[in-house]
């Protein structure tokens, strides 16, 4: 199994820019959920989604947004980048939502210039 | 909004010291989860507790869940060169986050050795 996976690793783009954050897992969760971690403030939940076209929002979802039109990927989109969202972006995967052991990403390192 | 409060932010040891990070959260809690990140890399799961009062013991690692289950803290003997990464913990209260963990800050542990 490779887990959880993410592309692209790096990424730099230029404010404005749209792009799409790619995300799969092949342990067949039915959670799925994208992070943001920036210094000093933890990690903090984007969206989330219990079920292949079931999404809903998390703690900071301006800005972004996901569709689960399978139960391996859920794709997170930068609509219009901005310098606030230069951050390290997590996905992570569980069996259920909450009482569960989340499985992270490798993560991706995103800079908005 | 729910918050799950983290301390202390940084703490810097000789290696064969002792570690505790402690977790507070402003409401009572179904579980809490606790991650390692190693730098550079992702959250990794390390345990859950679930009942109060619970105390579960990782080789070096000893994790409590309080009895009130609004606080835990993880504690890490004799401290090595291996323990450095950032420890988070994650707590869940169904009805107060839909069904989502939240994250604390993190404790980032720096080892000398």
């Known amino acids: 199994n490779a887990g959880v996976t993410q592309t692209p690793k790096f990424q730099v783009l230029k404010t404005g820019q749209s792009m799409t954050l790619q995300c799969a897992q092949d342990m067949n969760h039915e959670y799925m959920s994208w992070y943001r971690q920036d210094p000093g403030m933890g990690l903090r939940l984007i969206h989330y989604s219990v079920g292949a076209g079931i999404t809903d929002q998390g703690e900071v979802p301006n800005g972004y947004n996901v569709s689960r039109s399978t139960t391996e990927d859920f794709p997170l989109r930068l609509l219009s980048a901005a310098p606030s969202q230069t951050s390290v972006y997590f996905c992570?995967?569980?069996?259920?939502?909450?009482?569960?052991?989340?499985?992270f990403g490798p993560g991706t390192r995103l800079t908005v210039l | 909004g729910q918050q799950v409060m983290q301390i202390p932010q940084y703490q810097h040891v000789q290696e064969g010291e002792d570690f505790t990070t402690y977790c507070n959260s402003s409401?009572?809690?179904?579980?809490i989860q606790w991650y390692k990140q190693r730098p550079g890399g992702h959250p990794v799961f390390l345990i859950q507790?679930?009942?109060?009062?619970e105390v579960k013991k990782q080789k070096r690692l000893t994790f409590q869940f309080g009895e009130a289950k609004k606080n835990s803290s993880l504690h890490i003997t004799a401290t090595q060169t291996t323990d450095v990464g950032t420890y988070f913990c994650?707590?869940?209260?169904?009805?107060?986050?839909?069904?989502?963990?939240?994250f604390g800050k993190g404790t980032k542990l720096s080892v000398k050795p």
């Open positions: 992570a995967s569980s069996y259920s939502q909450g009482a569960q052991e989340q499985f």
């Open positions: 507790l679930v009942k109060s009062g």
């Open positions: 994650a707590g869940l209260n169904y009805g107060g986050s839909q069904g989502n963990l939240i």
């Open positions: 409401t009572t809690l179904s579980n």
